[in-house]
């Protein structure tokens, strides 16, 4: 069975732009998960999606969405880049919808993620 | 408000060894405690779950601990490989809200 894929894998860009990431789950997995992780904070949840609806949501600006289609590929948008939101972005996938925010860490299968970079 | 801490950030150990990795946490209201595995351009991996009325939870070589009343919790990792080199993070469930709160991790590095 494949993986959680995720594209791409290393992007640059420069602040104002916006960005937007791709998440493949594993098949049959209709949750899809988004984190950030710098070093400073650490991991942080962003949004849960679960059949296409946004489930649970983290404490970020809303310059951070998603979306999720029937397939349950997922895609994040970060609009107005800031040099803050440099970090690594993971996703994750699961057959069920978590407990809460970011609580399904323990079932979710994880993508290598996208390092985003800031200039 | 809940803070989960990771001492060393880093560790540097030769094969075979035993060593333990430690977290704590700020508020004890938690509902289970969860040490993760993370190894660059691979993502993270569960390692162990243990609920808050539990003290301790094996899987092979890796025992995880849990003293609640103190906010502590160490990973044990018995007789170590250089396969074991990768970041352990921990993270607590905890509020209404049920939010993961995450380490910084521990980066360990097992050398032959």
């Known amino acids: 069975k494949a993986g959680v894929t995720q594209t791409p894998r290393y992007l640059i860009k420069t602040r104002g732009q916006q960005v937007t990431l791709s998440c493949s789950p594993i098949?049959?997995?209709?949750?899809v998960s988004w984190y950030q992780q710098t070093p400073g904070q650490g991991l942080q949840f962003l949004f849960e999606?679960?059949?296409?609806?946004?489930?649970n949501k983290g404490n970020f600006p809303g310059r951070f969405s998603g979306r999720q289609f029937s397939n349950s590929r997922s895609e994040m948008n970060v609009s107005t880049l800031e040099l803050g939101d440099s970090a690594l972005y993971l996703c994750?996938?699961?057959?069920?919808?978590?407990?809460?925010?970011?609580?399904?860490?323990?079932?979710?299968?994880f993508g290598p993620g996208t390092r985003l970079t800031v200039l | 408000k809940q803070e989960v801490t990771q001492i060393p950030a880093a560790l540097s150990v030769p094969e075979g060894e035993n060593l333990v990795l430690n977290c704590s946490f700020t508020?004890?209201?938690?509902?289970?405690l969860q040490w993760f595995r993370q190894d660059p351009g691979k993502g993270l991996t569960s390692l162990l779950l243990i609920q808050s009325s539990q003290r301790e939870q094996t899987s092979g070589r890796l025992n995880a601990s849990l003293d609640k009343s103190s906010g502590r919790s160490t990973l044990y990792i018995a007789a170590s490989q250089p396969g074991d080199s990768a970041t352990y993070l921990c993270a607590v469930e905890t509020g209404n809200n049920r939010k993961l709160i995450w380490g910084l991790g521990t980066s360990l590095a097992v050398n032959p």
């Open positions: 999606y679960f059949s296409e609806t946004q489930r």
């Open positions: 994750a996938s699961s057959p069920h919808l978590s407990r809460g925010l970011g609580s399904g860490a323990d079932t979710q299968y």
């Open positions: 508020d004890s209201a938690i509902y289970n």
């Open positions: 098949s049959g997995h209709r949750s």
